[in-house]
Structures are given as structure tokens and as C-alpha cells.
């Protein structure tokens, strides 16, 4: 008896194995395995929830050499949107600008260029010259520039960044940290047009007789790749900020540090595979479909509520199908009823975490009844 039972003990253990090795579910989904990646500080981060899906020392200050030029291209985005600046709008090149060093587009004293020609001259040749000329032209000096660089640093809560100039050129104090530049590459994100240069591989200045190669080969060579920055200097190494976006959701890599130009592509690469092959979106309340809200002496009776907002959460694609939504809806509402009046609340969880918390509100303003409107419908009612 004792041999047969060890011998069931045995056959279990071994079908337990075989089920692991198939792949079949035996409890809770792992967590992803981690990727690696060699630079000494890397990052990953979904844009639209600001979720970090991965992160080596990201709050380590280093140089980020050309990498600054982020926040150049994003107070440039934000003037335009406000109408402090235009695309057509004529610049003058300064001496200044005319004699930056690294990397440029050969601008000279003198010479009048649109702020869209500077801006391609930033993306995508890196053009140290003509990120000094649209600070200049925004500012007054790129003294005045940069103060408006780390004022706004401060704001996207980069608290492990100084700015020294609007290049990255320069070394010592001049430092961020992985997790800074995600925050401000997110922000330069929620301005779309900035894909209209991130996204080019190569243009021209100077009616097509000066050639612009954009410096980040992930434009050409993977797959959805929207930008971002490439950035390095003997002191910082070989930085970037790689942003790509597949199936709606777009993500950002960001390298710090790197051996070799060819690592921080690399790792970029490695982290927005590992983003893309683990992670997905998932809309709040797919269906959008709310019971209406019976509405106590309105002039109509119900409402319709509706979503605040069409949020959408970051979730392992393996849980996916275990995501569920809690709607805490009002039994009824009583007149008068504003549009956008809360009605209710949305949570979409997973297990016991709440992932998101979303407002349900009246799609529409509902009247109370007037004793008039009373009068008429009792009478209504007793001459039917």
C-alpha cells in the first residue's frame, strides 16, 4: 500500500511538471522578466499614463549632452501653440549662434532663416548653431532662455536637473537624469506637430543645397519609431530619448551613458520591444454603455451619464482579461440636473488594486418641473 501511494505522489509531481512545461496556467501570471540593457541609466515610460515600465538608475544626474535640446524643442512648441511664434516668422543669425561648436548646420552672421528651417535644423541634424539662434530670437539671450528652461524643468517636477545652456554642450553642472528627460519628452509628445521633424529622415536647407540626416537611426529602422533626440559628448557618452508607437500606445526609451553610438540604439530598441511585447492600453469602459439615471420631477425623466473622460489604463497584456470595471451609479437624481453634474464613479481594477478612478456625469442639463408643468400633467392624466 505504501508503494502505490508513493507511487500517485509520484505521478502527480510529474503531471505538475508536464503542465509547467506546457506553459499552462498554475496560479497568479508572472511579472515580465526584466530586460537589460548595458548603459549605466536607462528608462522606460508609457506616455499617456506616465507609467514607468522599467528603470535603471534613474534618478542618477549625468550629462545629457544634445539630449537637452528636448526642452529647447518643447518652450518652441509651446510658443506656437500660445502664437508667441510662428513657423514663417524670420530669424537673424547672431555671431553667437554663427560660432557654436559640435555638432551644426553652418549658420553665418547675418543670415535670416524661418523658425520651421531652424527647427528642422535642431531635430534632425542636432544643429547646436540653430537651437542659439531660436533661443535667442524666443528670448533675447540664451542667458534669458535658459532661466526659462529650468523654470520649466521645475514645473514637469524635474528635480534632478540644471540646465546651463540650450545644447547641451556644456559640461560640469549641466545634468539630468533618466527620469527627467522621460517627463520632458512625454510633454514635447503632447505636442503633435513635433512629429512633423522627428519623424523625417532626411530633408534640406538652404533651397536643397544643404543636406539634413537625422542623427536617430531608429527613424528608419524600427518599426513605428516617432523620434525622439540623440544627444553625445566625451563627457555624457551616447545618450537618446527613442520614442515609438504601435497598436495606440506609444513609449519612450531613454539611454543615458551609453559605450557606443550603436549601444544606445540598442537598448532603446531592447526596452521598446520589451514595452510593446508585455503592455497595452485598455479602455476604462469598452462598451460605453451607462444606464440612464430616472430623474425626480424633471421635465424629463431620465438623464443620460456618460464617462468624464475617455481614460484608458496601462495593464500587463497577460491580465488583461482579468480587468474589472465597478460602476457606482446614483438610483436617481433629482432635478434640477446640470450637464457634467457627477453622477457616479467608474473603477477599473485588477484583483484589489484600483487601476483608474473615473467620473460618470450627466450628458445633459435636465429642467425642474414648474408648478405649471405639474397642473399639466395631473390634468393630462385625469382627462386620458
Known sequence: MRNITQTWKSLLCLFGLLLGAAGMPTGAAAAPAAPSVSAPAALLMEKETGQILFAKNPDTPRAPASVTKVMTLLLAMEALERGALRLDELVTVSRASQNMGGSQVFLAEGEQYTVDDLLKAVVIASGND????????????EEVFVARMNERAAQLGMTGTVFLDCTGLRGGGHVSTARDIALMSRALLAH???RDYTTVWTDSLRDGSFILNNTNRLIRTYPGATGLK??????????????????????????????????????AHTLLDFGFAHYTLAAAFPDEVLRPVPVLLGRQAEV????????????????????????????????????GQKLGELR???????????????????????WFDLVTRMARTIYR
Open 230 to 267: 540623440t544627444g553625445s559628448t566625451s563627457l555624457a557618452r551616447f545618450c537618446l530619448s527613442a520614442t515609438a508607437e504601435r497598436n495606440g500606445m506609444e513609449l519612450i526609451a531613454v539611454i543615458l551613458g551609453a559605450d557606443t553610438s550603436a549601444q544606445r540604439f540598442e537598448d
Open 192 to 194: 503633435p506637430e513635433i
Open 304 to 339: 443620460q451619464p456618460r464617462l468624464l473622460s475617455d481614460t484608458r489604463v496601462l495593464v500587463e497584456k497577460e491580465q488583461l482579461d482579468a480587468l474589472r470595471r465597478d460602476v457606482d451609479l446614483s438610483e436617481d437624481v433629482r432635478a434640477p440636473v446640470q450637464a
Open 130 to 141: 540653430a537651437a542659439v539662434a531660436l533661443a535667442e530670437h524666443m528670448a533675447g539671450s
Open 348 to 370: 477599473v481594477c485588477l484583483g484589489e488594486r484600483v487601476l483608474a478612478r473615473v467620473p460618470i456625469v450627466a450628458a445633459e442639463s435636465v429642467a425642474r418641473l414648474t
